[in-house]
């Protein structure tokens, strides 16, 4: 049995699953956003991630914002910094 194949299954289920639970979102989301999409987490938690590139973003000098576009939400959901702090979290997803 290739477990490589199995591996890569479930990661696109999971993908899959996020895409469906965020379709109503906006393509590309704020700093706020992403903490609604997260469950409610701190806007501190995202913007250290934000910050020091866990979660990929652009940033508007002109708005002072950070702007990322859905699927790299996702890409953190996905990721194992997420899955390893997140059963620190109150809220998961």
């Known amino acids: 049995m290739d477990t490589d194949n199995i591996h890569f299954k ?3 289920i999971l993908k899959a699953k996020y895409q469906n639970i965020f379709k109503d979102y906006p393509d590309v989301v704020d700093m706020r956003t992403i903490c609604k999409m997260l469950g409610g987490v701190s806007d501190g938690y995202i913007r250290r991630r934000l910050q020091n590139g866990t979660i990929r973003s652009f ?3 002109d708005g002072y914002a950070y702007m990322t576009p ?3 939400v996702i890409d953190f959901l996905m990721s194992p910094e997420y899955q390893d702090s997140k059963r620190k979290l109150k ?3």
């Open 70 to 72: 859905k699927t790299w």
């Open 91 to 93: 809220y998961q997803i």
């Open 59 to 61: 940033f508007i000098y």
């Open 10 to 12: 479930d990661q696109n």
